[in-house]
């Protein structure tokens, strides 16, 4: 009799943006945190996707032998050949340059298969149609934009095309650059996670626009002067939150520290400004606590 294995329903896509030199994943599952199992990537090494009765260890695994200079074909050559359970493994491989390999085992359960393109490799197993990793590949090729819009974009449409024939539960979206962390400490530029929810998807774009917020920094042609309005608007909700004991009518040292201790405490300090303005997309914060 043979053996039963668990079935991990999985579509993901691994996509490269040789402009920012940005390599990332996206993937939805009918599975309890699919962001602990299947991406993997590093800065200018490359990204590996492993689903379908994941071997988590094909990730590090395949990191290290294009960190070596393997090909991804050469990667997954290697990483198959003495796995006995290969069959059942679906997984994709995407170097520096943005080449990719993938397999799909022949026990994968249906529909599973994949499509590699231009800078992307999609692939996914117990879907409704192959219409769903279609959607990944041609939404990825035909959208322009920063790589994390392009990914969360493909996700979307692949759920439209079809999807995972058992349903959501769990999404991510892990993207990697030099120094692209937080901080500039560490290269995950992007690791957000929806573990367990009914609109996993939603949800991921949710975080995606708060990740925006809390560390993107603003265009200097958006911010506001703080004076006139501005400043009442501000300083009525400094009064508001316990920082400021009064008006002031002018942007002063207590009322510029009252800001800076709002920041900080809000976890705004990437969109401080030190000189007499603020960003807008804070002051629209602000509003939303009164």
Excluded at 93 to 115: L, S
Excluded at 158 to 167: I, L, P, T, V
Excluded at 241 to 251: I, P, R, S, T
Excluded at 269 to 278: A, L, M, T
Aim: aromatic share 8%; net charge negative.
């Amino acid at each position: 009799m043979k053996k039963m294995q668990p079935k991990v329903a999985t579509y993901s896509l691994i996509g490269f943006d040789p402009e920012t030199n940005e390599t990332g994943i996206v993937v939805q599952s009918k599975f309890l945190g699919v962001g602990a199992v299947v991406p993997w990537a590093k800065a200018g090494v490359g990204a590996v996707a492993t689903q379908s009765f994941a071997n988590t260890s094909f990730g590090p695994q395949g990191l290290d032998m294009l960190e070596k200079g393997m090909h991804p074909e050469e990667v997954k050559n290697h990483l198959i050949a003495e796995d006995h359970e290969k069959e059942l493994r679906q997984f994709a491989i995407m170097n520096a340059n943005g080449e990719t390999a993938v397999f799909t085992g022949t026990e994968c359960y249906d529909w599973a298969g994949d499509r590699m393109g231009k800078f992307c490799s999609a692939q996914g197993n117990i879907l409704l149609n192959k219409e769903t990793v279609d959607a990944l590949v041609e939404t990825f090729e035909n959208s322009s934009g920063p790589l994390a819009e392009r990914l969360l974009s493909a996700l979307e449409e692949a759920e439209k095309a079809g999807g995972d024939a058992r349903g959501k539960q769990s999404a991510a979206l892990f993207i990697v650059q030099e120094k692209g962390g937080y901080g500039g400490y560490n290269d995950r530029k992007y690791d957000l996670r929806v573990d367990d929810h009914k609109e996993p998807i939603k949800e991921l774009k949710r975080l995606y626009e708060l990740h925006q917020l809390y560390f993107s920094k603003p265009e200097p042609g958006d911010l506001l002067v703080i004076e006139k309005e501005v400043l009442k608007e501000i300083e009525v909700n400094l009064i508001s939150e316990g920082l400021l004991d009064q008006h002031y009518n002018a942007y002063n040292v207590d009322v510029k520290e009252a800001l800076k201790n709002y920041f900080l405490r809000e976890n705004f300090e990437e969109r401080w400004q030190e000189e007499d303005k603020i960003d807008p997309a804070v002051l629209t914060y602000m509003r939303a606590g009164q």
